[in-house]
């Protein structure tokens, strides 16, 4: 990784980590959303309730089910290829802690005289 984040040229790359680490957010928040549902569901105690609940912990079902298929299809997501999958989570803490290690607020940011600017 090269240490210069304000050159547009080293953000390559960049757009599809960021997709798949969102990706993978989501589908974190979405497995809590699939437990607390059934949580609740065990809990209730009326029938219009648990009606209620089944409806929304089949739809949380079913959008990680889609969230899955999508981050396998664009290879964000190996549940089977274990190997795989260890690989990628290696990288990405890897480029996480190499991102961490940028000197984000450096004491100089100016860019004077690498653009082309008109005179004056």
Known sequence: ???????????????KLVDATMSLAFLLNVKNGVRNCAIALTESATPEVKAVLRTQLDTALNLHEELSNLMIEKGWFHPVNLEKQFQMDIESSQTASQIASLNLFPGDTSRLGTFATPEK
Do not use: Q, T
């Open 1 to 15: 990784m090269i240490n210069d984040y304000l050159e547009l040229r080293n953000a390559e790359g960049m757009p």
